[in-house]
């Protein structure tokens, strides 16, 4: 989805602008209806606390429960990844963190606490002292974030005057060092052109800028990628990867992807129609994924199977629509181990204890044992 109105939206230039800082590891993540969600307690207070979040639209054409129960945490410079298919509500869990969903049919509920800032019903005061110069976001589509009839420069410039303070000289210099640090080439001039003179990947890189020269803890970086080709997409993926370990900034990373996230993430949250099914560190998750949905996406990455086939095994089905969905788990339709208890009992997370910190929602995962039975406190 594209950016939406944003009550925070730049004075004149189209910029998005919003996001660096310290670093450290351990995200718990979880969702599910009312699920006790969190895996285990934080050893130290997290950066971000996302708990039971909901957001439902009302439309014209009826009401949706997008997101439906979400928790998480991330921690100071560690790297967070949601996960899951089109429409599962990765966005509209980034832009309920910064305020930026449209009020007029969009209620959040559950708590939303940054660095101890409850930011769920916060004032508009609130949230813009949080967006940009704590939290910045790289949004999904470069061309619609940025305003086509300014220069890269005037919105860079006016990015870094709003959260940075600094005007002509400074603003300029700080403007072409952003941009330098994102690997795009020659930055100085790409300042002077307009967002249609460059390419998709200089526009993605041009967000990135945005979002960094605004030195934020926290950088929300949804889909950084998916509209490049695949060198271009490595190209960028390795300047996050660079910035992040310069900066020290917490990055949650929207993807589809589970390529990117094995690149770049500890952590990961699996999302599928508005909750988080499975969690937990990178590495458990593909190696021995529990939730069935975590397997299909998994069965589907060509680039994590190290092999060429002609056809990689998708999930059957489609995601339902989220105006009508299963009264019991809401993967049922698409799952090859749903049973009777699946359609008629929504499983919820479950942590499982152990070094991993992990949690799935699922009646019969894949590792054979039953959540119910498992400790998760
Ligand atoms: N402004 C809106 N008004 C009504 N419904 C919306 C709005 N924004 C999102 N939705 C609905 O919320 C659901 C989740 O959307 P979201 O954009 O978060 O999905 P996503 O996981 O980011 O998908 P994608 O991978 O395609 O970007 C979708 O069903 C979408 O139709
Ligand atoms: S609860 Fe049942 S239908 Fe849902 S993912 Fe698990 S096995 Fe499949
Ligand atoms: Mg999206």
Known sequence: ??????????????APAMAGAPAAAGTTAGAGAGAGSEARPAATAPLLAVEDLRVRFDTDHGRVQAVDGVSFTLRAGETLAIVGESGCGKTVTALSLLGLLPKRIATSTGSIRYQGRELVGADERTLRGVRGGEMAMIFQEPMTALNPVFTVGTQLREVIRRHRGLRGHAARDLAAEVLASTGIPQPRERLEQYPHELSGGMRQRVLIAMAIACDPK?????????ALDVTTQAQVLEEIRAL???????????THDLGVVAELCERAAVMYCGQVVETGAVADLFRAPRHPYTAGLLASMPRLRGERVAELPAIPGAVPD????????????????????????LPLLRGVSGPGESAYACHFPLDGTDPADTDHE
Request: net charge negative; with cysteine.
């Open 1 to 14: 989805m594209s950016a939406p109105d944003s009550p925070d939206a730049p004075d004149t230039p189209g």
């Open 218 to 226: 926290m950088l929300i970086a949804d889909e950084p990628t998916t």
């Open 244 to 254: 992040q370990q310069r900066t020290g900034m917490a990055m949650l990373l929207i």
């Open 322 to 345: 989220l105006a009508n969905l299963p009264e019991g788990c809401r993967f049922a339709p698409r799952c090859a181990r749903a049973q009777a208890r699946c359609e008629n009992e």
